[in-house]
């Protein structure tokens, strides 16, 4: 709404000048509105905001039927026709007048705002329907219909489904698998000719972050063309990738998106460490080994005390035949018998009962037992 605005301030005088014949050259007050407070520097009269244009770019501004107009007049009345369009856009850059420019301008549309009603529209909240719970509805299901009692619950169409996915694994298990040992391979080990030892893990199709990762192992001792010297030097090249204990290098790789990437680099990579450990300019001889990274773990021994001799053999089985002749010397005791005698003997040690009387030698009274 603005730019309107100005665009009509600049078209006004345009055809104020079409509508007078001769015009006479007279310099053209512009009031200037008292600056307000502000912390930067007064503008110079030499100083010009908007930059003075040359006739064809001025031409060039402007709309197809006011540069014709504009062609049509004399050299004079256009140099006086582009001051005057050059100081009105100075009044109307101005702060002041830009300022007050804007707030009618905002005062309009707030007037305008004021006087158009406001409807306000009830919310409808559409019923998102069970195949489309949470996403767009591409297929154009719609809501559910009302339950009226003639099918099961979602749980059980969950149960269902959890069935019908069981038979399908089942059919694949008893048809198309069996169909697989025709594929069956015979394994073969690795030769002497392929050192390097790739693993990786796969999730069966499912995507995994972890699926991407390949270690590579390969034995220092088992890589060709390697004298003692190179093959330290490459031992040292490794850092802590190696392991003294088992005489392998270990080495990992996450960085690319596939795991073929991953795999063709830590090629590249032992490719690039036997090239280094086959330059005879430096053997890194005066380098020491540093093996700190490995922990070494003390396993426990078997003591020699505990080890079986002959002599401690014959001791054994001396006991054992000591233990035998004592278990045939004593009597088989019977449990239940011992219980009954032991239960006999407790109910015959007990005293007889003698009644007492309960309150002396008084008549009528019972007698205590």
Same mark, same amino acid.
């Given at each position: 709404?603005?730019?309107?605005?100005?665009?009509?301030?600049?078209?006004?005088?345009?055809?104020?000048?079409?509508?007078?014949?001769?015009?006479?050259?007279?310099?053209?007050?512009?009031?200037?509105?008292?600056?307000?407070?502000?912390?930067?520097?007064?503008?110079?009269?030499?100083?010009?905001?908007?930059?003075?244009?040359?006739?064809?770019?001025?031409?060039?501004?402007?709309?197809?039927?006011?540069?014709?107009?504009?062609?049509?007049?004399?050299?004079? %009345?256009?140099?006086?026709?582009?001051?005057?369009?050059?100081?009105?856009?100075?009044?109307?850059?101005?702060?002041?007048?830009?300022?007050?420019?804007?707030?009618?301008?905002?005062?309009?549309?707030?007037?305008?705002?004021?006087?158009?009603?406001?409807?306000?529209?009830?919310?409808?909240?559409?019923?998102?329907?069970? =195949?489309?719970?949470?996403?767009?509805?591409?297929?154009?299901?719609?809501?559910?219909?009302?339950?009226?009692?003639?099918?099961?619950?979602?749980?059980?169409?969950?149960?269902?489904?959890?069935?019908?996915?069981?038979?399908?694994?089942?059919?694949?298990?008893?048809?198309?698998?069996?169909?697989?040992?025709?594929?069956? %391979?015979?394994?073969?080990?690795?030769?002497?000719?392929?050192?390097?030892?790739?693993?990786?893990?796969?999730?069966?199709?499912?995507? =995994?972050?972890?699926? %991407?990762?390949?270690?590579?192992?390969?034995?220092?001792?088992?890589?060709?063309?390697?004298?003692?010297?190179?093959? =330290?030097?490459?031992?040292?090249?490794?850092?802590?990738?190696?392991?003294?204990?088992?005489?392998?290098?270990?080495?990992?790789?996450?960085?690319?998106?596939?795991?073929?990437?991953?795999?063709?680099?830590?090629?590249?990579?032992?490719?690039?460490?036997?090239?280094?450990?086959?330059?005879?300019?430096?053997?890194?001889?005066?380098?020491?080994?540093?093996?700190?990274?490995?922990?070494?773990?003390?396993?426990?021994?078997?003591?020699?005390?505990?080890?079986?001799?002959?002599?401690?053999?014959?001791?054994?089985?001396?006991?054992?035949?000591?233990? %035998?002749?004592?278990?045939?010397?004593?009597?088989?005791?019977?449990?239940?018998?011992?219980?009954?005698?032991?239960?006999?003997?407790?109910?015959?040690?007990?005293?007889?009962?003698?009644?007492?009387?309960?309150?002396?030698?008084?008549?009528?009274?019972?007698?205590?037992?």
């Amino acid at each position: 709404m603005a730019t309107t605005v100005k665009r009509l301030c600049l078209a006004a005088p345009r055809r104020t000048y079409r509508s007078c014949q001769c015009l006479q050259t007279r310099s053209v007050a512009v009031p200037h509105a008292r600056r307000t407070f502000s912390s930067t520097l007064y503008r110079k009269e030499n100083e010009d905001d908007i930059p003075r244009l040359s006739t064809e770019e001025f031409a060039s501004t402007l709309t197809e039927t006011k540069r014709k107009e504009f062609e049509a007049l004399s050299p004079e %009345k256009r140099t006086e026709y582009q001051d005057l369009s050059r100081q009105l856009r100075e009044h109307l850059s101005a702060p002041a007048v830009s300022g007050r420019l804007n707030s009618a301008i905002k005062g309009i549309e707030r007037k305008a705002q004021s006087e158009v009603p406001i409807v306000r529209r009830p919310k409808v909240f559409i019923k998102e329907g069970l =195949h489309s719970d949470g996403e767009d509805d591409v297929l154009g299901t719609g809501p559910d219909q009302p339950f009226k009692g003639d099918d099961i619950s979602a749980l059980g169409h969950g149960e269902l489904e959890q069935q019908r996915e069981i038979r399908e694994y089942a059919r694949i298990a008893a048809w198309e698998m069996p169909l697989l040992s025709k594929l069956a %391979k015979p394994f073969t080990p690795p030769s002497a000719e392929s050192p390097l030892r790739f693993r990786s893990t796969t999730y069966l199709g499912e995507s =995994h972050p972890a699926a %991407k990762k390949i270690v590579l192992e390969f034995c220092t001792s088992d890589m060709p063309d390697l004298t003692t010297v190179q093959r =330290h030097k490459l031992i040292k090249l490794a850092g802590p990738r190696y392991n003294p204990q088992t005489d392998i290098i270990k080495m990992s790789c996450e960085m690319f998106e596939s795991a073929a990437q991953n795999k063709r680099y830590l090629g590249d990579l032992v490719g690039t460490m036997l090239r280094e450990a086959r330059d005879k300019s430096d053997t890194f001889e005066d380098v020491p080994f540093d093996f700190r990274h490995v922990k070494r773990k003390e396993k426990p021994r078997f003591p020699d005390e505990w080890l079986m001799t002959e002599e401690r053999r014959q001791y054994l089985d001396g006991v054992r035949q000591e233990k %035998k002749a004592l278990a045939a010397q004593e009597k088989v005791v019977d449990g239940v018998q011992l219980i009954e005698s032991a239960i006999t003997q407790r109910i015959s040690s007990q005293p007889e009962a003698v009644p007492v009387s309960a309150g002396g030698d008084k008549k009528g009274k019972k007698l205590r037992r």
